[in-house]
């Protein structure tokens, strides 16, 4: 199932000769990318000390991390790779589980994230660092940050390149360039103050684009039951939109067993990447405060999951237009020059740039900020000599990351699927254990950082090669955490945990004064009720909106129209409340007990 680098440059289909008669299309995409220049260079000027540069100067509310956080996992990968993906057969699963790895933004802020940001620490390697009053710790990940990141970097560079190629009739070496400079210029010069401007600009286009252009594909095809109903009766790709999609022979799952067991373990992979990894949990750094950290995460939770129903819903309808799109990455694409009118086609593709060019962004920066503050010792005389060395090497950083992308052949989907998840691995159990753990020692954290993130690796490429078969429940991921938390604890108990290391943890406990304000805990519990509402409301559109239409379509309601409840989509409704409720409660009590004063 991977892409390789020939089917991109020998696209000849319909999407490039439309949308070279397209102007539109370019012209939409040359404003959005000039806005995104014109305010990386406004908030350029702002940068006048390191913390401006790295952490936005730690004044950020809660509309700026909301939208930098969902900029920031909202990649081309989304749009092109995943959105292919559910075409090409897994459209129910992805759009009936509950989303269970978005929890991770909520779990991560209450267990690490806002003790991350009473670190004060300037990237999160460099907190590892302070935590075990270790260099080493903090070198071993700022490397995981650099090569797992600059390997997304290099990903999501190559799905802007796809979709420039595409529409402008560009070479995909000048597309590479072109989409390479566009987030390179600003994110160099502005860093973090732009790129979360950026980000949030760039967050609320795509989501208008993608919500205007699900609605107007549903709209054509006689709304959302009759869609539904529709993909459940087609023959093209029969089970797309069953609850486990298309398995057996010729996938990746051989039984339905197979694919509920490998979805679980993305879900987990992702959430604690969610939960602790640079690219998100990084984000809290920037934060006005601890309610921020916890409003944004509630918020983020609901928005991602949300927006990837409709982006994963609309992959899979295009198969009632057209079934056979090659490559299926370009599926969106297709779409937007072909079944809706062209003004929402240019907007959809400007938003689906503006996802690329809000990923790059995001992990060109933080790829610059390790490679310049964990691995680069600074002898400057200045704060602006500091920040102004931090942007060479970011360009040098830069240039590196697009000299790779001329080497490896796009593969959006399953090489983001690794990049995504080794954060859990590698960084997961360290990063709860660092707050929680009075046990875990600096020798512990070390080990634990690299074990994790080559028991994830090593495998994972292997199997991703065809040179071994991994089955379902040794999925990459759970082998690598596995092995990150009996390494990390088995070499603790070899150590002792020093007073240095002690002292900071019990620093990390204490909750600062400004955000015990009832007014911040009143607007915070408020965002709580959202988030119960959300598990509560979601089983009822999925069942009104996709379960009895797929039941209507597949034969399979009672003779009087009553729901079967025994059926997987039925039961996937069901985890909604099982996820989100819980979810509220949990973060109603710690809210509570953290902040109100006793």
């Known amino acids: 199932m991977t892409v390789t680098d020939d089917r991109y440059l020998n696209i000849r289909s319909d999407v490039r000769y439309a949308a070279r008669r397209m102007d539109i299309f370019s012209a939409t995409i040359v404003v959005?990318?000039?806005i995104y220049l014109a305010v990386g260079n406004y908030a350029g000027r702002g940068v006048k000390k390191l913390d401006d540069y790295y952490v936005a100067g730690r004044r950020a509310p809660t509309l700026l991390i909301v939208g930098t956080l969902v900029a920031s996992v909202m990649s081309s990968t989304v749009f092109l790779g995943e959105a292919g993906f559910t075409y090409e057969g897994q459209m129910g699963p992805f759009v009936l589980f509950p989303q269970a790895a978005t929890a991770g933004y909520i779990v991560g802020a209450l267990l690490f994230g806002r003790y991350l940001r009473r670190s004060r620490a300037p990237t999160v390697a460099d907190y590892f660092g302070q935590r075990f009053d270790s260099h080493r710790v903090q070198l071993a990940a700022g490397i995981t940050v650099i090569v797992a990141l600059g390997g997304y970097l290099v990903v999501v560079t190559q799905g802007a390149a796809i979709l420039l190629s595409d529409l402008t009739g560009l070479s995909y070496t000048e597309a590479l360039i072109v989409a390479w400079l566009s987030y390179t210029a600003f994110t160099m010069y502005s860093?973090?103050?732009g790129v979360i401007l950026t980000d949030t600009?760039?967050?609320?286009?795509?989501?208008?684009a993608s919500v205007i252009v699900a609605a107007y594909l549903v709209d054509s095809f006689g709304g959302i039951a009759a869609t539904v109903e529709a993909l459940a009766r087609q023959d093209a790709k029969p089970g797309i939109a069953s609850w486990h999609g298309i398995v057996g022979p010729g996938t990746e799952w051989p039984t339905p067993l197979d694919y509920l067991i490998w979805a679980i373990a993305i879900d987990i992979g992702w959430g604690v990447g969610y939960g602790v990894s640079p690219w998100q949990a990084g984000r809290n750094l920037m934060a006005r405060d601890e309610h921020v950290v916890i409003r944004a995460a509630v918020y983020t939770c609901i928005v991602v999951g949300l927006l990837q129903i409709v982006i994963y819903g609309a992959g899979g309808i295009v198969n009632l237009a057209k079934p056979d799109i090659e490559p299926t990455d370009?599926?969106?694409?297709w779409a937007s020059t072909n079944l809706v009118p062209k003004f929402f086609g240019a907007l959809l593709m400007a938003g689906i740039m503006a996802a690329a060019?809000?990923?790059?962004?995001?992990?060109?920066s933080l790829v610059g900020f390790s490679a310049s503050n964990d691995l680069v010792d600074h002898h400057e005389k200045s704060e602006r000599q500091a920040v102004n060395v931090s942007r060479l090497i970011m360009l040098i950083t830069g240039v590196v990351a697009l000299a790779i992308t001329f080497v490896f052949p796009p593969s959006l989907f399953w090489v983001t699927y690794f990049i995504g998840t080794v954060f859990a691995s590698s960084w997961g159990p360290v990063g709860f254990?660092?707050?929680w753990s009075r046990r875990i020692t600096k020798d512990g954290a070390f080990w634990g950082i690299v074990s994790g993130f080559l028991a994830n690796a090593v495998p994972w490429y292997f199997d991703f090669t065809g040179a071994i078969t991994l089955p379902s429940w040794a999925n990459p991921i759970f082998i690598g955490i596995t092995v990150s938390l009996v390494v990390t604890i088995v070499v603790s108990r070899m150590n002792t945990v020093t007073a240095v290391e002690h002292a900071y943890r019990e620093q990390l406990h204490r909750v600062p004064e400004e955000d015990r304000d009832p007014r911040l805990i009143r607007r915070t519990l408020a965002t709580v009720l959202l988030l119960v509402a959300y598990g509560?409301?979601?089983p009822l559109v999925l069942q009104y909106w996709y379960v009895r239409p797929y039941q209507r379509g597949t034969?399979?309601?009672d003779a009087d129209g009553s729901l079967q409840f025994g059926t997987g989509e039925m039961i996937l409704t069901y985890t909604w409340p099982m996820v989100y409720i819980p979810l509220g409660l949990l973060t109603w009590y710690v809210v509570r007990r953290s902040y109100v004063r006793r």
């Open 357 to 364: 060019l809000s990923s790059a962004s995001t992990f060109l």
């Open 433 to 435: 254990m660092s707050v």
């Open 191 to 193: 860093g973090s103050r």
């Open 32 to 34: 959005s990318i000039a």
């Open 330 to 333: 370009t599926v969106l694409i």
């Open 555 to 557: 034969g399979q309601l």
């Open 201 to 208: 600009l760039m967050f609320l286009l795509f989501t208008a």
């Open 536 to 538: 509560c409301v979601m």
